[in-house]
């Protein structure tokens, strides 16, 4: 299984930037997927999944109402669309396989098991 993000650079605040995953190897549309970030000096957190089904959908609280998270099977592409983006925002932004998604786990990085390489946000203010 490989994950490739795509879609990072600058933004100012109050903006929008839309992040991509394409999953490669196995069975995409079976994968549960979820994206993270980690911002310098911090541990690594949870933003949003999304379920192989779609149907169900998690967001941080931190970015609930301003990210939307959404795949599309025939490009086998998690999107996490980023609005109201603010400088707090800035951070390596990862996707990831989750193997569990119960709603006790499924915001913490050992339920994941395979991850993209990270790519860079950088919200100005």
């Known amino acids: 299984v490989q994950l490739t993000e795509s879609g990072g650079g600058s933004v100012q605040a109050g903006g929008s930037r839309n992040l991509s995953c394409t999953a490669s190897?196995?069975?995409?549309?079976?994968?549960?997927m979820g994206w993270f970030r980690q911002a310098p000096g911090k541990e690594r957190e949870f933003v949003a999944l999304?379920?192989?089904?779609?149907?169900?959908?998690d967001y941080a609280d931190s970015v609930k109402g301003r990210f939307i998270i959404s795949r599309e099977y025939a490009k086998n592409t998690v999107y996490l669309q980023m609005s109201s983006l603010k400088a707090e925002d800035t951070a390596v932004y990862y996707c990831?396989?989750?193997?569990?998604?119960?709603?006790?786990?499924?915001?913490?990085?050992?339920?994941?098991?395979?991850w993209g390489q990270g790519i860079q946000v950088t919200v100005s203010s």
């Open positions: 990831a396989r989750a193997k569990e998604i119960r709603s006790e786990v499924r915001r913490k990085i050992e339920s994941y098991d395979y």
């Open positions: 190897g196995g069975t995409p549309s079976t994968y549960n």
């Open positions: 999304i379920s192989r089904s779609g149907n169900i959908k």
